[in-house]
């Protein structure tokens, strides 16, 4: 139940109606206004519509990608400007009806574990433009890493970036037990090949934790060697994921399927640009 719906006509006012104690954004919803059956749904005390304030452009300048944290996943999922690997981080929102609400500062705001866009803009090292309220009360737009910002969520998200550097390698996947189900495990990947060996290795995963976040130690595990088989892959990977057994699946189970989907993710990476 939303008790006071406010819709400002400037970022400064959405600010400053966000600072109110008990107020929360509101972009499409599709997180916000659901999941009450879940227990997840925060109280919502005062939401504040930013959807005419947050842009929904999505632009490629030079070797940058910027989306617009209003974008729809639908708009990302049918943007000839982007690589394969955030169409189909978007696309694997398997419901068109919620890709046409959901948008991108949705998703990063939501933080959900198995977030769809989360761990390849991760591992894409993108960066979040968000704004905050300054001192005299105008908004004041900031840059940070897109890892350091949503461990504090700080302002509204307004943009986020990466760049598309010639011969890096990208991908994402997702693990449901059917295509409409809840995700079990997500995953991003970049790196490139040099010499053969897997330089600059990212990889980020959501399902083995509260939040989508990278994972250092299967990093280690390809960083400066050649790309083993996917069935190598799988075997090394298994192991370095923890899971909690609940109703999505057992620990045994999504350590399974994590293991596979990052072995199809790193066998599968394509050129960014
Ligand atoms: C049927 C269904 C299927 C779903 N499937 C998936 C799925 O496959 N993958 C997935 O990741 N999610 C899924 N979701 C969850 C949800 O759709 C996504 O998390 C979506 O990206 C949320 O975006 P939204 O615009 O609707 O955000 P909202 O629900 O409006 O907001 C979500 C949170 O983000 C905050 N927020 C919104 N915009 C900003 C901003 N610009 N800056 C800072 N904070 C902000 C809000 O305050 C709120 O806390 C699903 C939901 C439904 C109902």
Redesign the pocket.
């Known amino acids: 139940m939303v008790n006071e719906y406010l819709k400002p006509k400037t970022l400064d006012e959405a600010l400053a109606a966000l600072a109110a104690p008990g107020s ?12 009450e059956e879940h227990g997840t749904r ?1 109280d919502l005390g005062r939401a504040v519509d ?1 959807g005419e304030l ?1 842009s929904a452009g999505i632009e490629r300048k030079g070797a940058t990608v910027r989306l617009g ?2 974008a729809t ?1 639908q708009a990302l999922a049918d943007s000839r400007a982007l690589p394969a690997c955030i169409r189909n981080a978007a696309l ?4 068109r009806n ?1 890709r046409n ?10 933080d ?1 574990s ?5 761990p390849i803009l991760l591992a894409l090292d993108a960066t979040v433009e ?1 704004a905050v309220r300054g001192a005299d009360g105008k908004a004041v737009t900031k840059t940070a890493p897109l890892a350091d910002w949503l461990g504090r ?1 700080e ?4 943009a986020a970036s990466f760049d598309t550097a010639p011969g890096t390698l990208a991908a994402t996947s ?1 693990a449901s037990r059917t295509a409409c189900d ?2 079990t495990a ?1 995953v991003g990947v970049a790196y490139r090949l040099e010499g053969g060996a897997v330089k600059a290795l990212k990889i980020a995963m959501g399902g083995f934790g509260p939040h989508a976040r990278r994972m250092p130690k299967l990093e280690a595990l390809f960083e400066g060697k050649p790309l083993p088989s996917k069935a190598e892959i799988e075997k090394l990977a298994e192991p370095s994921l923890d899971a909690i057994s609940d109703q999505r699946g057992s620990a045994a189970y999504k350590k399974r399927r994590g293991a596979v989907i990052l072995a199809d993710a790193l066998a599968g990476a394509e050129a960014l640009s």
């Not at 929360?24 to 999941?35: I, Q």
């Not at 609400?101 to 939501?110: F, K, P």
């Open positions: 929360v954004a509101l972009a499409g919803g599709t997180w916000l206004l659901v999941g925060p930013i947050v944290a209003g996943f694997s929102m398997a419901n919620t609400r959901a948008t991108l500062g949705g998703n990063i705001g939501a959900k198995c977030a769809s866009l989360v968000y969520k302002g509204l998200a307004l997702r809840v995700a997500t």
